[in-house]
């Protein structure tokens, strides 16, 4: 009986089917990519590093550090570090990652480079392994040379790929890889350079790498040294990846969540208009759960073909990620496919369409047979109890969903929390507007524009469901474009300011004057020459760092233990700066306190407040000072900003080294002062903001490309279940358009009623989640970004009429249909 | 004397096509009525008697033959045409009412004449459901009125555009006895009334008796068509 009764509704129950397919593939292909990558990320855990385990010092390694690296006895070393570099044959001039190499690395995996045998053998010739994208842009080939600082070497191979670099990396400093043994040569590593030192280990299968990083790790650790093995990385790794996967589940679960309501709305309609098919079926003996079972296994079925199909959908789609993510990863996915899923999505196909359905199917089990004769709308008082068991079953379901989603209770609590609130909006909204038309209700509106209003509140309307799928969509799309806008506005101000888009790092102190002489000769300003003096914490509030690494009770973040702070000095604040807390001291006299000023981030994760003392290791010489005033710092606006700030009068004398800061008009100049300061001063790295602006800038692209594909997957099924909605109540429009054009109604007129009332469903919806989407990107940009939020005006100039002219197009394609049936035809079945 | 007619029928058919077959509904069908007459349509079902009411009334097109409504030839017009020659002189009662269900018993009636954009249509509409004698009723929802208050409520409606013919397709199909009589003794009132020509279909020939002239239909052609004792006023 089920499926007779189904074969006479086909089109209908596809329709209902085509709701959550979307979703369910959206779920599905998120899911065997999360399954993927993990996977590889697994499987290639080695391969991302190269090594079993690696030992890393940002200065070089203390006597004691050293003596545990050597008794490890490293299978091959590094010092890598930023800096300029210059191309002889072009001039060319280009900040780069310097990685200086002894031995066989890697152990795992290979570095792609070509020719291929330039990876193995540029040690023995003493050439350069350089970056290809890099190649390319400067035009330069293998057989070419380079410069690197005081030491010009060729260039023996294209470097493609190494483990543990991914795309992004890569575009701001790209990576040249040159023996170990030549980085003396090069000069480079002076005073005040940031640099890296790795030690590479390759062990047995049957080391216990966990046992070892255990015992090594925290006599690293004293030493400003540390131990990561490739499987903490691997998992690190992971974890990153995990959060990515888990943001893209949960909008893929939104967009079946939407389906699921669009699935719950049409039933109830479909149900309804059953009614008297169920009560004829009663009447001859039907039991209630005979009647019910027939439309359950209907909506099972659905369910069951939707997740089937949606998985399919999904499978196909995955093989899409790799390439939209490509740039994030460090190592190429393979994709495969595993059935668990295929079976996560027919069983989330089959449930969650059953669940939602079963709201309205209720009706079915509790009206007796007469009442369904008369067609009322009465609910007794033990349907309206199983309802409101049924919707705790979908909230624990949804509870338990995003649970396992985002293996966090609270964070799942909040989605369900956030998800239910906006529904409730976009649901209250449509019932308030409804109630609202209701009670201020036109009269002296035209005929068609007052019958169009009262569509919205007729018997079987879908005001509630359209509003909410409506709104949904527009507010993911528009709460992208608002933080989009909030993000690139910033490096937009920026760039347009007078402020500088070159940093000249690295520049020593008898360097000083003749570097901002070169720049001055090029007729460019110097815009800032900040000082910059290197040093790390020895005693926090009378406990000493050493002592707080070992205590494990200790609440100041670990970062801060080991960290090598480069503090300025200067007697005023920069525009990026406020003092939330204390007096901002600008000089000190001799041998008074000395009052400095911590950023608001430093000062939160050290645990320390206006006071306290804090003594300073500046290279070897310790120092006493008092916490004066705390920062806030906007550390997105791309100039030097400093977690730690003296006043003047303390550090004029300690060693230091100078970071200058420019404003170059365009490219050429750019490329002009790169190459002058690079064969003047081969040590200082040069920082094109411009060329940063630009990654941040393809980033962003990327990510909203990502969040617009998810997006996409809302407004998709919010379409679909527009048109559900719309074909459901067609049957009803037509009966009633007919009428009208019986009564002498214009084909004109009945366009313009149906019209209207999408015109007001759209621009309702559409303007509805805006309105959340300015209110939610308001909270990100002062909470979040700390920047004032200026709304761009494109999404209520284009989504606003576009999505409600896509809703209006929708409803009108069904009007056609009506307008060509004949009235006889209608009159007579309803007769 | 030569009356005018309103409607005038010259070799009617309609055929429907179901797959590979053509079934013929309506055959050689002519007759014509004269203005303000009252004329019936009766014959058993699927004799054709809803078919030829709404070919008569605009509201399908014919297989052949002339359909003449009020002077016009309907294979003149378009269907906007055609809903505008029914919007001025043609009212409708259906047995199944055709109420909207979304609008008050006032608003139903005033359909026809917000169509026309009238500007006192509520007025107007107000005055003929006192006359069905709803006027208490007048903001009640059709699901909240009872069959014979809906049809009043459609009576009302079908004169409120003043029209110059009337199609009544079964009006008392759907009530009982008492109520039926009660609206047909309204609907021959409010058409005396109103001067408007009457075509009522029906398979009660005690109801099509009142009328002046009957039409027997069987198998889609005519049987009979005879003018009855009951005078034109």
Redesign the interface.
């Known amino acids: 009986m089920a499926w007779r009764d189904a074969k006479a509704s086909k089109v209908r129950l596809i329709l209902f089917m085509s709701s959550i397919v979307l979703g369910i593939a959206a779920v599905v292909s998120i899911q065997l990519f999360s399954t993927n990558l993990k996977d590889n990320i697994q499987r290639q855990s080695k391969v991302l590093m190269g090594a079993d385990y690696v030992i890393d010092s940002r200065q070089e390694p203390t006597q004691r550090a050293q003596a545990i690296i050597d008794s490890l006895q490293p299978n091959a070393y590094e010092v890598n570090f930023v800096s300029m570099i210059a191309f002889p044959e072009n001039g060319g001039a280009k900040l780069v990652k310097v990685r200086g190499m002894e031995g066989d690395f890697p152990f795992y995996g290979t570095m792609d480079t070509q020719p291929i045998l330039a990876a193995t053998r540029y040690q023995d010739l003493g050439g350069a392994l350089v970056d290809a994208t890099l190649l390319l842009q400067f035009n330069i080939n293998v057989g070419d040379s380079i410069k690197v600082g005081q030491l010009t070497l060729p260039i023996v191979g294209a470097l493609k790929s190494i483990p543990g670099s991914n795309a992004i990396s890569s575009s701001v400093a790209p990576p040249i890889v040159i023996p170990y043994r030549l980085i003396a040569n090069t000069e480079l590593l002076q005073f005040g350079s940031r640099k890296e030192y790795q030690f590479f280990y390759k062990t047995t299968n049957d080391f216990d790498l966990i046992a070892f990083e255990e015992k090594i790790d925290p006599l690293l650790d004293i030493e400003n040294a540390d131990l990561d093995t490739h499987t903490s990385t691997s998992e690190r790794l992971g974890n990153r990846y995990d959060n990515v996967g888990k943001f893209l589940n949960l909008a893929a679960f939104i967009a079946l969540l939407l389906g699921c309501i669009g699935i719950a709305s049409s039933v109830h309609i479909y149900i309804k208009e059953k009614l008297k098919s169920i009560a004829v079926l009663k009447c001859m003996g039907a039991s209630r759960l005979q009647s019910f079972l027939i439309f359950l296994i209907q909506i099972a079925g659905i369910g069951v073909i939707g997740g089937l199909i949606g998985s399919i959908i999904g499978i196909a789609l995955q093989e899409l990620f790799p390439y939209i993510l490509k740039s994030f990863l460090p190592f190429t996915v393979e994709i495969s496919i595993s059935l668990q899923p295929i079976f996560t999505g027919v069983f989330l196909g089959l449930f969650m369409s059953v669940l939602f359905a079963l709201l309205p199917l209720i009706n079915t089990w509790y009206v007796s047979p007469l009442e369904v004769l008369r067609v009322g709308q009465s609910t007794s008082k033990s349907s309206k109890k199983a309802q409101v068991l049924v919707s705790i079953a979908i909230v624990i379901f949804l509870l338990l969903f995003s649970y396992v989603l985002l293996d966090n209770l609270m964070f799942a609590m909040g989605f369900v929390f956030a998800t239910l609130l906006t529904f409730a909006i976009l649901a209250g909204i449509a019932l308030l507007s409804m109630k609202g038309i209701r009670k201020f209700f036109p009269k002296r509106f035209g005929?068609a524009a007052r019958q169009s209003l009262?569509?919205l509140f007729?018997?079987n309307n879908q005001t509630v469901v359209l509003v909410v799928a409506i709104g949904l969509g527009t507010f993911l799309i528009s709460t992208l474009y608002f933080t989009k806008d909030i993000l690139l506005s910033k490096t937009e101000v920026s760039q347009t300011a007078e402020s500088a888009n070159i940093i000249i790092l690295d520049v020593q102190t008898n360097q000083r004057d003749a570097v901002e002489q070169s720049i001055q000769d090029l007729n460019l300003p110097i815009l800032d020459n900040i000082p910059i003096v290197t040093m790390r914490m020895h005693r926090i509030k009378n406990k000493l760092v050493n002592k707080l690494r070992q205590d494990s009770l200790r609440q100041v973040r670990g970062w801060i233990l080991n960290h090598e702070f480069r503090a300025t000095y200067r007697d005023n604040l920069t525009t990026s700066e406020d003092i939330i807390e204390g007096d901002w001291t600008p000089q000190i006299a001799p041998n008074a306190p000395i009052l400095i000023s911590l950023s608001e981030n430093l000062a939160s994760d050290a645990k320390v407040g206006i006071g306290d003392e804090i003594v300073f290791n500046v290279q070897g010489v310790l120092m006493e000072t008092t916490i004066g005033s705390i920062r806030k710092v906007d550390w997105a606006q791309l100039q030097p900003n400093f977690t730690v700030l003296f006043p003047k009068g303390v550090l004029e004398q300690a060693p230091q080294f100078n970071v200058i800061t420019t404003a170059v008009p365009d490219e050429k100049s750019s490329a002009d002062l790169q190459r002058d300061l690079v064969s003047k001063f081969p040590n200082v790295s040069i920082i094109d903001l411009r060329q940063v602006y630009t990654v941040v800038e393809d980033i962003l692209n990327k990510v909203s490309w990502i969040i617009n594909f998810m997006a996409f997957f809302s407004i998709l099924t919010g379409i679909i279940v527009l048109i559900g909605s719309v074909r459901t109540s067609k049957y009803q429009r037509i009966r009633?358009s007919v009428?009208?054009?019986?009564?002498?109604?214009?084909?004109?007129?009945i366009l313009k009623i149906s019209a209207f009332e999408y015109v007001f469903l759209g621009v309702l919806g559409s303007l509805v989640g805006i309105l959340l989407a300015l209110i939610g990107s308001l909270c990100l940009a002062l909470l979040v970004f700390n920047e004032p939020f200026v709304p761009s005006i494109v999404p209520f100039l284009v989504f606003l009429p576009g999505i409600s002219l896509l809703v209006v197009a929708i409803g009108l394609s069904n009007i056609r249909t009506v307008l060509r049936s004949?009235?006889?035809?209608v009159?007579?079945r309803?007769? | 004397m030569n009356t005018p007619k309103i409607l005038k029928i010259t070799g009617l058919e309609k055929t429907y096509s179901s797959g590979n077959k053509q079934l013929t509904v309506l055959q050689n069908i002519s007759f014509d009525v004269d203005r303000g007459q009252t004329f019936s349509i009766v014959g058993p079902s699927g004799s054709g008697k809803t078919t030829l009411l709404g070919l008569c009334a605009g509201l399908d097109e014919p297989s052949a033959g002339q359909i003449e409504l009020c002077g016009q030839d309907l294979s003149t017009l378009n269907e906007d045409q055609r809903a505008q020659l029914r919007n001025k002189e043609v009212g409708f009662i259906f047995q199944n009412f055709q109420l909207l269900p979304t609008l008050t018993a006032l608003e139903n009636v005033s359909v026809p004449l917000e169509l026309q954009g009238a500007k006192d249509a509520e007025k107007r509409s107000m005055v003929l459901l006192e006359k069905v004698g709803l006027a208490d009723r007048s903001h009640h929802y059709p699901s909240q009125l009872s069959g014979g208050e809906q049809q009043r409520v459609a009576l009302a409606r079908a004169f409120a555009n003043q029209p110059s013919i009337l199609f009544a397709d079964e009006p008392t199909g759907n009530l009982d006895e008492d109520t039926g009589e009660k609206v047909i003794k309204l609907l021959f009132d409010l058409n005396k009334e109103a001067g408007t020509t009457l075509i009522i279909i029906s398979h009660d020939l005690e109801l099509a008796n009142r009328t002046q002239q009957i039409l027997r239909l069987k198998g889609g052609q005519i049987l009979t068509n005879q003018r009855t004792s009951v005078l034109q006023s």
């Not at chain 1, 009428?739 to 007129?749: C, I, V």
């Open positions: 005929f009262l569509n007729r018997p009633e009428l009208l054009r019986t009564l002498g109604a214009q084909n004109k007129q004949s009235p006889l035809e009159l007579r309803e007769g």
